[in-house]
């Protein structure tokens, strides 16, 4: 924690970040095996990393000249760093990176920089004695200073602070509530996609209308009382002096009460056995000591019953947003619609997936249950279509339910992807991922299209691939997974596309993230989809070299070898192998076949 969470993030503002795409700080199990890469420390960002000497310099300074007052500073920089670390003792993996939790840390060692320059410059007058020069060599000095290391930071960080043509959240949080018809409710995940949604809504007038719930919020009494007291209130069938008392030991108490018929045999059974204990069974005093999982129950959704399978979600007990989730579902009146965003994981979706039709970055709950082949959640493809498109009207913002349908009745398309094919923007790592929720519902469309008995099937899929593409260029917007840029590619290729498949693969091999398994993935793709044999020899001769002692490297090159009549090549290859591992009875018996065939 200290190393990776704090000395890291340390020298990232007083030495220098590593970019994203070069990570080269190792992630590793017990035994050595790599769990992730993360963005490390770049010694050379700044030229000199003078902003960590001179705050070096400065403690030594600052306590020479003044212990008490050194000692304050020091109290501070501990405080808001390392004793952090301790108190809070974070796990690990963080869902993003936590640098900013340390700031005040970093202030107070800026406090030592400005002292460590303070020092040179007293060290100099003392040295100097003559008054007027040693204000020229301490002028000159300044200037030095500025322009080699504050000056030097902005102009190298500038880019990827400056937030200017960064239309991200604004769009987001407008797409996700657009994508909810008229008076709807949506539950939420997190921050990302809950804050910039209430913005919209409290602070520029954007549907208001639309409820947004956030599920880690719902865990709490005042929230819920929120949720059905204020506008637009929810009709929640709970009294307020109740709703301050429900815990997860009531909440799921209630949730077996209302809509299972387990609840009533296991409260027998909890009864008789307190009795026997001559105790008196008190669900809040003793809560459900009994193992359950795996029990139906039925909820209504504008009077059409849900069944739906439950299983305790924190040790023996539901949590309080899975028991609200429920109730709102069961109170809600006919005319307003229930959403989750897409960025709700199924483990927060109380066994509803085969309920859920996907509409574009919400998940829309039906009464409709998918069949057992179907995949959940299933496609709404007519409203993903054209939820997903981009308006054609920029200056038309949609602020009201009579302006969605306005929107819906007059123009092709929905939501705002602006500045997001403009290379000029930064877009950071998180963003990134989060484009990737725009770019799930065009590659689910076009896999439907692909596969469908559509006699324009294929060309649709191309379309759909083509207009993401328009809209979230690779080259601006990369996209975090090479294995799933290399998929995108092949749905291209089965499309009838294969150029596009090539373009892909070419634009990955000039990536500094790509591991050996990534480059040999690319190799076989050239192998077994496009035929393409002397780029795949290319790459394993490449990984050969770098990777000398991998028989399955030597094997695609005897294969790629083979593919087009270079049988000796392939028999060398074979032979230098044996060289280093004289045992292996398969390469053997590859030669032997191969000599048959020269």
Request: proline share 4%; net charge negative; charged share 25%.
């Amino acid at each position: 924690q200290f190393k990776e969470m704090y000395f890291r993030y340390f020298l990232w503002q007083f030495a220098g970040k590593e970019s994203y795409m070069d990570r080269s700080w190792e992630v590793k199990k017990l035994d050595g095996s790599l769990i992730k890469k993360l963005q490390g420390i770049d010694w050379t960002r700044y030229g000199i990393p003078l902003a960590l000497l001179f705050g070096l310099g400065g403690i030594g300074h600052h306590f020479y000249r003044d212990k008490k007052r050194a000692l304050a500073v020091l109290s501070l920089f501990l405080a808001t760093g390392l004793m952090i670390i301790v108190y809070l003792n974070q796990y690990d993996p963080q869902p993003r990176e936590r640098d900013y939790s340390y700031v005040g840390s970093f202030f107070a060692f800026s406090i030592w920089i400005s002292i460590g320059v303070s020092g040179l410059l007293e060290r100099i007058r003392e040295f100097v004695k003559n008054n007027r020069i040693s204000k020229i060599i301490n002028s000159i000095i300044l200037v030095v200073i500025f322009f080699s290391m504050p000056f030097t930071m902005m102009i190298k960080d500038f880019h990827e602070h400056n937030r200017s043509g960064n239309y991200v959240a604004w769009d987001y949080a407008y797409n996700l509530l657009n994508s909810c018809e008229p008076n709807g409710i949506l539950f939420t995940n997190g921050d990302n996609d809950t804050f910039p949604l209430w913005y919209l809504q409290e602070v520029e007038a954007v549907r208001k209308d639309v409820r947004v719930v956030n599920l880690s919020l719902l865990n709490t009494p005042w929230y819920i009382e929120q949720l059905k007291n204020q506008e637009p209130k929810i009709p929640l069938d709970l009294k307020d002096s109740h709703i301050s008392q429900i815990d997860p030991i009531i909440g799921t108490g209630l949730t077996l009460e209302k809509w299972t018929s387990d609840w009533k045999g296991m409260k027998s059974q909890l009864i008789e056995y307190f009795g026997k204990r001559q105790l008196r069974y008190n669900i809040r005093e003793h809560g459900i000591p009994m193992e359950w999982s795996n029990i139906e129950a039925s909820v209504y959704l504008y009077d059409d019953p849900l069944s739906i399978n439950l299983k305790p979600t924190i040790s023996n007990y539901l949590r309080v947003q899975d028991f609200m989730i429920l109730e709102i579902i069961d109170d809600i009146e006919k005319g307003r619609p229930i959403y989750f965003a897409v960025t709700v994981s199924p483990s927060n979706r109380v066994g509803l997936d085969k309920y859920l039709e996907m509409e574009g970055l919400v998940y829309r709950i039906t009464s409709k249950e998918s069949s057992p082949n179907d995949i959940s959640p299933r496609l709404n493809v007519p409203k993903m279509r054209r939820n997903i498109m981009e308006t054609n009207k920029f200056d038309f913002i949609i602020r009201t339910p009579e302006d969605y349908n306005f929107q819906l009745s007059n123009n092709e398309g929905l939501y705002r992807y602006f500045n997001l094919d403009n290379k000029d923007v930064y877009f950071n790592s998180n963003i990134q991922r989060l484009i990737q929720n725009y770019r799930s519902g065009f590659l689910q469309l076009g896999l439907n299209e692909l596969y469908s008995t559509e006699v324009k099937g294929k060309q649709n899929t191309i379309d759909l691939l083509k207009k993401m593409d328009k809209y979230f260029p690779p080259d601006v917007i990369p996209i975090s997974e090479p294995e799933l840029d290399i998929q995108i590619g092949r749905i291209y290729a089965q499309a009838g596309d294969t150029l596009a498949l090539k373009d892909r693969l070419n634009s990955l091999q000039l990536r500094s993230d790509l591991d050996l398994e990534t480059y040999f993935y690319i190799g076989q793709v050239y192998i077994n989809e496009l035929s393409d044999y002397n780029s795949a020899i290319e790459i394993f001769s490449d990984l050969k070299i770098e990777y000398p002692f991998i028989s399955d490297i030597r094997y695609a090159l005897v294969q790629a070898y083979s593919q087009i009549d270079l049988i000796n090549e392939a028999i060398e290859e074979l032979e230098e192998w044996l060289m280093i591992d004289p045992s292996d009875e398969k390469a053997k018996q590859m030669i032997d076949f191969l000599k048959t065939q020269a």
